[in-house]
């Protein structure tokens, strides 16, 4: 198991550059970035087929360390980069890491649409419930009352859900987990990648440099026992009142459904203009697009 986790580290992070990283001791994006490593690295999926995109914020850095096909790009831009890249090369797994304010805030609308296209890409969102590289400001999901840079006094809006935004929006898998519950973690980013059409994985995680400083919740240890006992599998929360999920939120898989996947409907709008075309005799037969993208 030892030889198996250096092997994994040694063939998936890029070691000769970008070390040590950039994230604050204590940080759970490393721990994401290790469930994210491991996650692929079980599905044997070659390392030049595999593309991981990031926006910008502490999350962004992600695609620096892993030794797959990489882009850092703009603010809340990261689905549209994953977007391009899917439907010009349909045969690569193509995954996008953000945080809760890139993906949701200025890169809300891109969001809820790749869920309603339902794109084969994996969404990593790491929710820690503020902006943590930009000095502390609330994000959207900061909670009713907490504190941050830009709320001395307690927040006054209300956050959203990210997992029942996605699901309402019409991702086809849709998971919880926390950087706590890491064997957790690793089967749920492990099932996105596998799942056929757009699918979330909202993972909880610390910030306490900033949310948990001003909030009071201590160090990482300290927050990780917070995410240990506010965090409630879906099997149990099923069977617990509103009033016993108070300030608790479930983990697990919140939504897994088939449905028609973006590029295997656009395959066969392609495939009905090839055959128009050809029966006009407006194209040569062999002229037409033969490659099949729902089996590349």
């Known amino acids: 198991m030892v030889e198996q986790a250096s092997k994994v ?3 998936f992070l890029r070691h000769d550059m970008n070390f040590p990283h950039v994230w604050c001791p204590g940080c759970g994006l490393g721990i994401v970035l290790g469930s994210l490593i491991r996650a692929t690295a079980s599905l044997n999926i070659p ?4 593309v991981l995109a990031s926006g910008i914020g502490c999350t962004g850095r992600m695609p620096a360390y892993v ?3 990489t882009l850092h790009t703009t603010h809340g831009r990261a689905l549209t980069f994953s977007t391009g890249i899917k439907l010009a090369n349909p045969s690569l797994t193509v995954m996008t890491v953000m945080g809760d304010g890139d993906a949701t805030a200025i890169g809300g609308n891109h969001f809820i649409h ?3 296209r339902n794109l084969n890409i994996t969404a990593i969102i790491v929710n820690n419930m503020i902006y943590g590289m930009t000095g502390g400001q609330y994000s959207p999901t900061t909670p009713y009352g907490a504190k941050a840079s830009t709320a001395q006094y307690g927040h006054i809006e209300h956050s959203f859900s990210i997992a029942e935004l996605a699901i309402t929006a019409g991702a086809s898998y849709v998971a919880r987990g926390t950087v706590h519950h890491v064997p ?3 089967a749920l980013i492990k099932g996105g990648i596998q799942k056929r059409g757009f699918a ?3 993972i909880m995680s610390n910030c306490h440099t900033y949310y948990g400083r001003q909030n009071g ?3 990482p240890v300290a927050y990780q026992k917070h995410f240990k006992d506010h965090a409630v599998t879906v099997n149990k929360a099923e069977k617990m009142s509103p009033e016993e999920m108070d300030g608790k939120f479930s983990i697990g898989v919140l939504a897994d459904i088939d449905k028609p996947a973006y590029v295997d409907e656009y395959q066969h709008i392609r495939d009905m203009a090839c055959k128009k075309t050809t029966e ?3 194209t040569k037969g062999g002229e037409c697009a033969k490659e099949r993208l729902d089996e590349m």
């Open 9 to 11: 580290r040694h063939d």
């Open 47 to 50: 390392q030049d087929e595999l």
């Open 67 to 69: 030794d797959f096909n």
């Open 114 to 116: 790749a869920a309603r």
């Open 184 to 186: 957790q973690l690793d």
């Open 200 to 202: 979330v994985i909202e």
């Open 217 to 219: 919740l201590g160090d």
């Open 280 to 282: 006009q005799g407006e």
